[in-house]
């Protein structure tokens, strides 16, 4: 018996094998671009998850209203009664 030589799918499938690699290897590289070009925008020693935020209290949403906050205990006790 002899064997068949390779038919023209296998050819396309290699094809698209090293034309899907390319595209995955430029991919790395432009990611890899990316991060270094995001390392290098920030403040040196700043965490990139902290930047911007402003530490203490936040003003109320407006999907609350406004409705007065208790401040004092007699102000809770009123409220809950």
């Known amino acids: 018996m002899s ?11 290699e094809l ?9 290897d430029a991919r790395r590289e ?8 995001r390392a290098t925008t920030g403040v040196p020693g700043e965490d990139p998850d902290l930047a911007g935020i402003i530490p203490g209290p936040q003003p109320r ?4 209203g406004d409705e007065p906050v208790p401040t004092t205990p007699e102000q ?5 009664r």
């Open 76 to 80: 809770q006790g009123e409220q809950s």
């Open 16 to 24: 698209h094998r090293l034309e899907k690699r390319k595209e995955k």
């Open 30 to 37: 432009q990611r890899k671009r990316e991060k270094d070009d």
């Open 61 to 64: 949403p407006e999907a609350f």
């Open 3 to 13: 064997t068949r030589p390779p038919g023209p799918t296998k050819r396309q499938k």
